[in-house]
T-cell receptor, first 115, second 112 residues
């Protein structure tokens, strides 16, 4: 029973063509995160939402945007994908912050290819 | 942010205990130690976390030294399905979320 669901699992887009990745959760968690993981590298946090409050990491490119229309859904928008944006994109949730409440549950990821 | 140091790779025979070390010498008093693992082509999976006491759950045990500068994750009876990259993460409380800053991790290979 998947609790954090990412669609699609594989996404192919063209250079410069906007693309949206989606994430949904059945855990009713307050916090949702987006990570980027390039080949053979560790996941890197792009941004997160605490409820409706958006928190961007300082080094996240402006090309990456996010929307959270309600508790269950969160979207990652890449406005003009470049070849360097090809990666696995991971969505995660946590109930809240601090200690055990910050345990993060990850989806299976969306692997993005840019042609 | 406190940083962690882990060996890049380790091998373990199936059925034996796997002991994965982690150094976090600059950890602050309110920072937790978390362990996650990532099996190939899957999202990371939470294993265990602790503040200063040793912890045990159905997956693993976490031993934290008294000075909190290092810890060891113990998988008591490793199986082939435990082959994965294991990440030791020290997480600060930042007000709206506790970030997970993944390091390079330890690639554990469990063999027959």
């Amino acid at each position: 029973d998947a609790m954090v669901i990412q669609n699609p699992r594989y996404q192919v887009t063209q250079f410069g063509k906007p693309v949206t990745l989606s994430c949904s959760q059945t855990l009713n968690h307050n916090v949702m995160y987006w990570y980027q993981q390039k080949s053979s590298q560790a996941p890197k946090l792009l941004f997160h939402y605490y409820d409706k409050d958006f928190n961007n990491e300082a080094d996240t490119p402006d090309n990456f945007q996010s929307r959270r229309p309600n508790t269950s859904f969160c979207f990652l928008d890449i406005r003009s994908p470049g070849l360097g944006d090809a990666a696995m994109y991971l969505c995660a949730t946590s109930r809240d912050v601090g200690g055990a409440k910050n345990i993060q549950y990850f989806g299976a990821g969306t692997r993005l290819s840019v042609l | 942010d406190a940083k962690t140091t882990q060996p890049p790779s380790m091998d373990c025979a199936e059925g034996r205990a796997a002991n994965l070390p982690c150094n976090h010498s600059t950890i602050s008093g309110n920072e937790y130690v978390y362990w996650y693992r990532q099996i190939h082509s899957q999202g990371p999976q939470y294993i265990i976390h602790g503040l200063k006491n040793n912890e045990t759950n159905e997956m693993a045990s976490l031993i934290i030294t008294e000075d909190r500068k290092s810890s060891t994750l113990i998988l008591p009876h490793a199986t082939l399905r435990d082959t994965a990259v294991y990440y030791c993460i020290v997480s600060p409380y930042t007000g709206t979320a506790s970030k997970l800053t993944f390091g390079t991790g330890t690639r554990l290979q469990v063999t027959l």
